[in-house]
């Protein structure tokens, strides 16, 4: 049986209703999140009044708070121009309540701020249920970089016409109210669209399961028409590979030019390029002779034994012994060994501070009781892998300034305790609150 409430609070089973009555339920259950979505923007908003810069030292960007930079006392510039600075670390407790990562919550107290601040008009629009938060939330992202002029100007552009608008429509006319303000901005747009050139690797798999089952993607931005000219390159391979004389000719069109890529790139310049290959794979020796075992690839995930050959063919791997995990020898120094440091990132594989997924081989390993050199009466053995832990920079640098503590349990989880007394406990399912 499935019941559902309306706003009135009356259960209602909705099995057996009409279509009309249920599209009046579909109606209502919008209303319902823009009201859930509405009062997150406000508690974010709130929370930022309620910690305000101290104006003691300078002030971090967004990009420099992406990244874990700015001093342990530095306050946080993650709105844009016009919207007020934030404490150092006041978006942890926030996004540790609301079971989120500290980049997500950061980036809800950054939106509410500059909706709240820069777009007056669309967050009015927000505040009487007109337009939904995702909505706002979109180009309050778009605009954080432009200064407060840019912002008002676009605020008053959209106000009245983003209620029934999709994105793409919203992102041509913020596009169209900037050229509109400063018809130089879009040359030099131009000029700033080049910092965000690059290509990325991406180990993530569309597989219906959710697993990596060895397919990963390549993104390229770039000069339009370079990209353009490199696409169809693409096309012309993946049309050569339909002869008959070619293994890949019953593949579909988007196969076809996915293997183009490999071509291309075993052929380029007439020469063979012969890949490096760099990955931790971890293998039982007991499977090595069963081609169907499967093995384990770090930050990607698990992949047949045959698949890990192809790979690993005409390149050099590294053959690492197999690691005691249960070893526990102490050394008298700051930087654990190499054994030491591969032994904790194996235990944990990510950042331990709740909610935080940052993998373990991008972390500094913290000593969870600060260290404290020999020569200034520090214990020996402080350097062990029970008193190491991952870290992201940025978790580090909070943990750093005593707002959060920690400890590593017997039973290898982690519990914190946040500056407002409210506790969460790591562990290898997840993050757990116990307030």
């Known amino acids: 049986m499935l019941v559902e409430t309306m706003n009135g609070g009356m259960g209602i089973q909705v099995d057996d209703l009409d279509d009309d009555f249920l599209l009046s339920l579909v109606s209502d259950a919008e209303v319902q999140d823009r009201q859930a979505q509405r ?3 406000r508690y974010a908003v709130q929370w930022a009044h309620r910690h305000p810069a101290t104006g003691e030292s300078d002030a971090a960007t967004w990009a420099e708070v992406g990244r874990g930079g700015g001093g342990l006392d530095c306050d946080e510039a993650i709105a844009g121009d016009g919207a007020p600075l934030v404490a150092a670390f006041a978006a942890e407790p926030f996004a540790a309540a609301m079971g989120i990562s500290t980049a997500a919550g950061i980036a809800l107290i950054a939106d509410g701020l500059n909706l709240h ?15 939904p938060a995702w909505r706002a ?16 100007h676009v605020d008053a552009a959209l106000a009245d016409r983003m209620g029934a608008w999709g994105v793409t429509t919203i992102e041509n006319a913020i596009a169209a109210a900037l050229a509109d303000l400063d018809p130089e901005n879009v040359s030099d747009a131009e000029d700033e669209a080049k910092a965000a050139w690059g290509v990325h690797l991406t180990h993530r798999s569309p597989h219906a399961l959710g697993v990596w089952a ?14 353009t000219a490199l696409h169809d390159l693409i ?3 993946a049309h050569q590979l339909l002869t008959d004389d070619s293994p890949f000719n019953q593949e579909s069109l988007e196969v076809r030019k ?3 890529v ?6 380029s310049g007439g020469h063979g390029v012969k890949p490096v290959t760099r ?4 293998i039982d020796v007991d499977d090595l002779a069963d081609p169907t075992a499967t093995g384990w690839a770090e930050r990607l995930g698990p992949a047949t034994l045959s698949k890990i050959r192809d790979w690993l063919a005409g390149t050099r791997a590294t053959i690492l012994p197999v690691l005691d995990m249960r070893r526990t020898d102490a050394v008298d120094r700051h930087d654990p060994p190499a054994w030491m440091a591969e032994q904790v990132r194996l235990r944990d594989a990510h950042c331990v501070f709740p909610w935080c997924q940052k993998d373990s081989r991008g972390c500094d390993l913290d000593h969870i009781e600060p260290y404290i050199p020999l020569d200034e009466g520090g214990p020996p053995g402080q350097t062990n892998p029970r008193n190491l832990g991952p870290l992201c920079r940025r978790h580090h640098r909070c943990k750093t300034s005593r707002r959060w503590h920690y400890r590593r349990n017997t039973d290898g989880t982690y519990t914190w305790t946040g500056p407002h007394g409210r506790t969460y406990t790591v562990t290898s399912r997840g993050t757990f609150s116990e307030n």
């Open 39 to 41: 009062r997150k923007l």
């Open 117 to 131: 601040h820069r777009h007056p008009r669309i967050w009015a629009k927000v505040e009487a249920l007109e337009v």
């Open 137 to 152: 939330r979109r180009v309050a992202q778009m605009c954080a970089s432009q200064s407060a002029a840019v912002a008002a």
């Open 214 to 227: 060895g397919t990963s993607t390549l993104e390229i931005t770039g000069d339009t028409a370079e990209v």
């Open 235 to 237: 096309c012309a391979t």
């Open 258 to 260: 996915a293997r183009a």
């Open 262 to 267: 490999g071509v291309i790139a075993t052929q």
């Open 279 to 282: 990955m931790y794979v971890h």
